[in-house]
């Protein structure tokens, strides 16, 4: 008969024998119990490793109803999606538009309560201005549907719009302020660049903005009789003043070249170039973003391909220049046009 | 040279004068000075060509007064804009100021210039104004509404928009003062945006009442049916129409030009193939023929250009087979000439919409239950009727009186003698079933004059999928077909008999004659039938009613009164009458053991009586079933 002593330490003996000490871990049912046996526990070294984590998902490519080929009316300004359609405003039609950049045809539309112009994509949500509401309204990216809005009361006439996806923010023009508003993925109004006025660095008619997040700078189109000639303004993020390119062309006795007068969208390449459409000059012009020197034109109103009636909206994507012909209603491409 | 002279002068104007104070809107609006000289002449370098090509000077405006332009200048805080979505020949988009009745594209500076600051018009409208015909003309308009307005009815034909019309309906600038909404502000239906075209409100605002021409029709879109469901869409009322339900099919390139003018949906910008009508379709076969191209172009597969729900409420555009359409009996009809028409002449009409079911013609006119004058049935009947012009008269072989019996032992069901076609029959019974039920009107033809798939809904396709073996050997599509809804499910638009349910003969059939074959108790000689033969329904049934021979009366069920040999070829009352000599070959009800009129009457035309148990009825409430040989 064995002496209490021996009990004891054969209970021990047995502890360490079974390699775990008693541990409601261990207190399996027993639909798992065949595989608690192996891996009593996560982490455990019978354990098999763990699953490397699911990778977040993509961003949502804008899918929305289908849409008529010429369902256009008057597109305004542009955006890209993820997958490189491109996101379209038509205040005429009042719809905001999916287009396919190699029909360059309307694929999927969404009709709005206004008159959409300005128009982003951020964060599988789809940013417009409505001026007639004085909002700014998010679309759903998968179907379209209405996300909410905001801005009221603070958004007077949303002119055109940039996002820097990395930061989260949205950069609006605002037409009827005649200023830059900077919000937030969330419609928290982060800040305010500029405004009107004559002064260096003031607004006469803010029209187009893009941003380059690499140097933190904004980038915005403006015209007006307080604004002569026209000009791109350049402010840093902060909102800090720190160039213009001019619209003045070179005047001699006989006559004028060169310049613009109507900017309208603004789009930055990847190597940092700027790309504007002008209104009159039926083309887009191609600037340095250091010497801040036009380096090349797009089209032209006799002599472009294709032809131009106000181009409002341009976006860079890949190779090509894609344009918001607002009078033609059409998107038109300069392929290889960011060659 | 002329150049050198306008830059001088605009440069002394601009130096002497720089933001001249004069271009504020006539005075209406004190805005800021965006008129000066260098903003639109561009001293200072723009990089744009002169402006003397219009579409140059447009531009220039409406690159502020457009769609992307910061300018508000619109006294309703609306920015201007004018170009509309019209196409000319060459594709390009134009301006036009009343479409196409100018010879030649107006643009801003027609109407606007420095010319109307001196004479203090509102919007820079000019104050001698060099009209197209009339030379130079005063114009004066200092007021939106009534004295000096755009038309203010006076004898003074000064009205911005009376100045130059010669041609209009209203408001020349001869006179005499016109009736037409004088002292109003022209521009609340006659949008700047739109060229002035009346297009106040868009489509649905100006066609809901007439206007000289014009026709009214948003009230039809209220009728039975139509192409825009409005209501199911969650528009208010069809004053609510949007205009891309009517540009779905209607071509605006020259709108107001006095034609209605229809576009190939899958390719709208072709106007070759534009339908432009010149007469009336409704009473017009020639010009209903017109339509065909245009409603086929969208009842195919991709519907409008690959959008088979086009219209507000998401209706799915019925795809039309036009290979079947082409073969069919219909268009090969000669009376027929397409799809349009007022139902002597074609069969739909106006997409805008119908007091009878889909679209057909004549639309106004409305269903008149329970006759059958108007609704489906009696519109088919429009044609194929004693006088034509289709060769099958229907009208007189349903117009047959119908035997209605009350039959007790069938939870005192209403039977009566046919399909429920009539609305007669469905008021009675409360079953439904229509021509188009059996029927394609649009791909129906004499090789096979009734639907494959009536009810599309349960898996069977008639002559592909087969319930029974013997009818596939026998290549018998039409027991098929009629199986296809006695079945136990029903084809779409059908609906039970609310006393006595469909007939699932199908079930009763392959469990009882499918199993054993047919009984050949007492088969009399010279029928050709034989024990076991599978019977086709069409030996004991008909689908339309019918006095095929010689009594004078329509049978319960839709039983024939004269059953056939099996070659088809001998009418089986030449065989010697088992029954009393007087009897008929039809009957009033199925429990009449002793009377005349019986089944056991109707089922001795084949079968010996002196062979048989009882001598009354034989149907199912008796010994046999649906073709069984005892229950």
């Known amino acids: 008969m064995a002496s209490r002593g021996h009990l004891v330490l054969a209970f021990v003996a047995a502890l360490l024998l079974s390699g775990c000490a008693v541990d409601d871990r261990d207190m399996v049912t027993d639909a798992d119990a065949s595989f608690k046996k192996e891996c009593p526990y996560p982490g455990h070294k019978h354990c098999p490793p763990e699953p490397p984590p699911e990778p977040p998902p993509g961003p949502v490519e804008p899918d929305f109803p289908g849409a008529a080929f010429d369902a256009l009316r008057g597109p305004l300004r542009m955006a890209l999606t993820p997958a490189g359609r491109l996101l379209v405003s038509d205040s005429r039609a009042r719809k905001i538009f999916t287009v396919d950049p190699t029909t360059r045809l309307p694929d999927g539309e969404v009709t709005m309560d206004g008159k959409p112009t300005a128009i982003a994509y951020l964060d599988d949500v789809v940013y417009v201005g409505n001026p007639s509401r004085g909002t700014i309204e998010k679309y759903d990216a998968d179907g379209g549907g209405f996300a909410g809005d905001f801005g009221s009361g603070a958004v007077a006439h949303a002119m055109d719009m940039a996002v820097d996806g990395g930061a989260g923010l949205l950069f609006v023009v605002d037409g009827g302020d005649r200023n830059v508003k900077v919000f937030d993925g969330a419609g928290q109004l982060q800040s305010t660049i500029s405004g009107p006025g004559i002064a260096l660095g003031e607004f006469a008619n803010p029209i187009g903005i893009a941003v380059n997040d690499s140097l933190q700078e904004v980038y915005v189109t403006d015209y007006g009789p307080d604004a002569d000639p026209a000009n791109i303004k350049i402010f840093q993020y902060d909102g800090t003043f720190v160039a213009e390119i001019s619209g003045a062309g070179s005047c001699g006795m006989l006559g004028c070249s060169g310049g613009f007068s109507r900017p309208q969208g603004i789009s930055v390449a990847p190597d940092g170039r700027l790309f504007v459409a002008d209104a009159m000059l039926a083309g887009v012009l191609v600037f340095d973003r250091t010497t801040m020197k036009q380096t090349a034109t797009l089209g032209g109103r006799d002599t472009g391909i294709p032809a131009l009636r106000i181009p409002a909206g341009v976006v860079v994507s890949g190779d090509n220049v894609y344009v918001a012909s607002n009078r033609t209603h059409s998107v038109e491409v300069f392929e290889g046009g960011a060659l | ?631």
């Open chain 2, 1 to 631: 040279m002329r150049i050198p002279r306008l830059f001088a002068a605009l440069l002394f104007v601009s130096v002497a004068t720089p933001g001249l104070p004069g271009f504020t809107d006539g005075g209406l609006l004190a805005q800021t000075p965006m008129h000066n000289c260098s903003f639109c002449h561009n001293l200072h370098g723009g990089g744009y060509a002169a402006l003397g090509d219009w579409a140059v000077t447009e531009d220039l405006c409406l690159s502020c007064h457009g769609d992307a332009g910061p300018a508000t200048v619109d006294r309703d805080g609306v920015q201007v804009a004018v170009p509309k979505s019209g196409r000319n020949d060459d594709g390009n988009t134009f301006v036009a100021h009343n479409g196409a009745k100018h010879s030649a594209p107006t643009n801003c500076w027609d109407c606007h210039n420095h010319e109307g600051e001196a004479s203090l018009n509102f919007k820079m409208v000019q104050g001698l104004m060099p009209t197209p015909s009339s030379g130079d003309q005063t114009v004066v308009f200092t007021a939106w509404t009534g004295t000096n307005s755009f038309a203010d009815g006076d004898a003074t034909y000064d009205g911005v928009c009376e100045v130059c019309h010669t041609a209009t309906n209203y408001h020349q600038n001869i006179g005499p003062p016109g009736s037409h909404n004088f002292t109003d502000d022209c521009t609340a239906c006659h949008l700047h945006g739109s060229g002035f075209e009346g297009a106040g409100g868009g489509c649905a605002g100006c066609h809901s009442s007439t206007q000289g021409t014009r026709r009214a029709v948003v009230g039809e879109f209220d009728r039975t049916s139509h192409h825009v469901d409005w209501a199911g869409g969650g528009l208010a009322s069809s004053a609510d129409i949007p205009d891309s339900d009517c540009t779905t099919c209607h071509d605006q390139s020259a709108h107001q030009a006095g034609n209605v003018r229809l576009k190939d949906v899958d390719d709208p910008l072709n106007t070759a193939v534009s339908v432009v009508l010149t007469g009336d379709p409704n009473t017009s076969s020639t010009e209903a023929a017109k339509l065909s191209a245009h409603c086929l172009s969208c009842h195919d597969a991709d519907g409008a250009n690959g959008n088979t729900t086009p219209f507000t409420g998401g209706a799915t555009v019925p795809e039309i087979d036009n290979t079947a359409w082409l073969a069919s009996s219909h268009e090969g009809s000669a009376s027929l000439a397409g799809c349009y028409g007022n139902g002597t002449f074609g069969c739909h009409s106006s997409g805008h919409g119908s007091e009878k079911t889909q679209l057909l013609g004549l639309p106004a006119t409305a269903a008149t239950a329970p006759a059958y004058a108007e609704q489906e049935e009696g519109f088919c009947f429009n044609c194929h009727d004693s006088d034509g012009p289709a060769g099958t008269d229907m009208d007189s072989v349903w117009g047959e009186s119908i035997n209605w019996v009350q039959m007790a032992l069938d939870g005192d069901a209403a039977i009566n003698d046919r399909h429920d076609v009539q609305q007669a029959a469905q008021a009675e019974s409360g079953a439904v079933i229509e021509c188009t039920s059996c029927h394609n009107p649009h791909t129906d033809a004499s090789a096979q004059p009734y639907r494959l798939d009536p009810d599309p809904g349960d898996g069977h396709v008639v002559g592909t999928d087969w319930y029974f073996t013997a009818y596939q050997t026998a290549g018998d599509v039409l027991s098929e077909f009629c199986l296809d809804c006695h079945d136990g499910s029903f084809a779409p638009g059908t609906s039970d008999h609310s006393t006595s349910p469909l007939v699932n003969i199908r079930s009763t059939w392959i469990t009882d004659v499918m199993g054993e074959g047919s009984g050949g108790a007492g088969l009399i000689a010279g029928t050709g039938w034989a024990e076991g033969d599978v019977l086709p329904c069409s030996t004991c049934h008909l689908p339309h009613p019918r006095v095929d021979q010689d009594f004078g009366v329509t049978n319960l069920a839709a039983l024939v009164d004269t059953v056939k040999s099996k070659d088809g070829a001998t009418y089986l009352p030449s065989i010697p009458k088992q029954g009393p000599a007087t009897f008929l070959y039809s009957f009033t009800d199925y429990s009449d053991d002793t009377g005349a009129q019986n089944t056991g009457n109707f089922c001795m035309t084949c079968h010996d009586r002196s062979g048989m148990i009882g001598k009354g009825s034989c149907y199912s409430s008796r010994c046999h079933g649906h073709g069984n040989k005892l229950n």
